[in-house]
């Protein structure tokens, strides 16, 4: 999953203890590596990374993601269609936002995480800070919700990672099977909520 849906499952500010540490951990663990990097955070924060590292592990080996990704790598998108499968959902979950979280509008979400997110910049491994500056500036969590959004982001994502340009085509091959990936979807994600919830209330990282 992306960063709209491991923002979301950080879970909310009322009843998550430690809830900012938690959405600054899972947002950092995007580039933080291995156990050494891990310990040079603080236990709270090192609940977020845990809870990061739970979601994609958790992720990457769902049936139903494997089959998306398998899906994805017959249109052409190869080693990159578990990147694509990530930022589909994404634009999934953040167009039927209302319907997966109706506490909070997708805009006042997104506002509250860049707010908090840039309190704590100084937290974030360099190359994140940079990230969050034009993720705040652009809105990607709301653009998620709108295919041009979803074709930008993978664009933008192919012009810096050497050897993806396949990624340029990937929002093309997502949205001509959409109705295959909704159903994927609506699937996996109540199961990955689950999931979640599970390891929260079994303690095992929180």
Not at 10 to 30: K, L, Q, R
Not at 173 to 183: D, G, M, S, T
């Amino acid at each position: 999953m992306n960063f709209l849906a491991h923002l979301l499952l950080s879970g909310a500010p009322a009843t998550t203890p430690d809830y900012a540490d938690i959405v600054v951990g899972n947002f950092a663990a995007e580039a933080v590596r291995g156990r050494a990097g891990l310990l040079a955070y603080p236990e709270a924060v090192q609940r977020g990374i845990r809870l990061h590292r739970f979601i994609d592990s958790f992720t990457d080996a769902h049936p139903v993601v494997r089959r998306t990704t398998a899906r994805l790598r017959e249109a052409g998108l190869g080693k990159w269609a578990g990147v694509v499968s990530d930022m589909g959902y994404d634009h999934l979950l953040a167009r039927d936002f209302a319907q997966h979280h109706p506490q909070e509008p997708l805009p006042q979400f997104a506002r509250r995480q860049y707010q908090l997110l840039h309190e704590r910049r100084h937290e974030l491994p360099g190359r994140l800070q940079e990230m969050l500056h034009y993720m705040r500036q652009h809105d990607w969590l709301t653009g998620y919700a709108h295919p041009e959004g979803l074709h930008r982001a993978l664009l933008g994502l192919s012009r810096r990672v050497p050897a993806a340009g396949v990624l340029a085509t990937g929002g093309a091959a997502f949205l001509a099977e959409l109705p295959a990936y909704e159903a994927d979807f609506q699937e996996f994600w109540p199961e990955l909520r689950a999931g979640v919830e599970d390891i929260c209330i079994s303690a095992l990282y929180f």
